[in-house]
Structures are given as C-alpha cells and as structure tokens.
C-alpha cells in the first residue's frame, strides 16, 4: 500500500490543523492506521492509531484531548485533527499501515510509511 500525507503547515501555538493521508493498493480497511512524529534530533514517536473499522483509537498521552484520529474506509483516508498545537508539537508528521486489526504503538509494528509531512508550531 502508498501513503501520501497533506495537510501539514505552520501555525501559531493554540492553532488546529488537520492531515490527511490517502492510500493505494491493497483494501485500506484491512489496515489498522498509525500516525508517528519525528522532531529533529529525536526518534520517531507514537501519536495515535485507529482500528479497522475505527471503532478503538489509542493515544500517547502528550496529545489526548487535542488530537483526534478518524478513518473513512470509503475515501482509503485516515485524518489526524489537531487543536491547541504546542511548539513541542513542531515535527515531522507520518502516517503508517499496519496489516491486521490489532493497533499497534511501536514503528516496529508497522509495515508501509508515508513520506511525511512538516508541521511546525509558533510560539
């Protein structure tokens, strides 16, 4: 499966913004959906996943509250809807498919990548 992630920008601290990340290829809802970030000089760390119908989601602790994962299994999208953005939220924001029903919160876990796409925070 491809993963193309948009969405991503600058914005001021307290402002939203909204990814998307479209795939193609194989049936999107037998993936369960992650997305990752990586700021510079760190690892690559766990956001938040959904599930294969998007009953169950899962969130790190730094962004319960203020984000939110959704998948629409008809347009092969998962979205990430992000409010009240902190500086410590500036990253590189990646998208990732997990072949399976089980949500994963480890890179390892998952099997396909998107590019990535920059999103950086003001104070």
């Known amino acids: 499966v491809q993963l193309v992630e948009t969405g991503g920008g600058l914005v001021q601290a307290g402002g939203s913004l909204k990814l998307s990340c479209a795939a193609s290829?194989?049936?999107?809802?037998?993936?369960?959906m992650g997305w990752f970030r990586q700021a510079p000089g760190k690892e690559r760390e766990f956001v938040t996943a959904i599930s294969l119908s998007g009953t169950n989601t899962y969130y790190a602790d730094s962004v319960k509250g203020r984000f939110t994962i959704s998948r629409d299994n008809a347009k092969n999208t998962v979205y990430l809807q992000m409010n009240s953005l902190k500086p410590g939220d500036t990253a590189v924001y990646y998208c990732?498919?997990?072949?399976?029903?089980?949500?994963?919160?480890?890179?390892?876990?998952?099997?396909?990548w998107g590019q990535g796409t920059q999103v950086t925070v003001s104070s």
């Open positions: 290829g194989r049936i999107f809802s037998s993936y369960s």
């Open positions: 990732a498919a997990r072949d399976g029903q089980r949500i994963g919160v480890m890179v390892k876990d998952y099997d396909y």
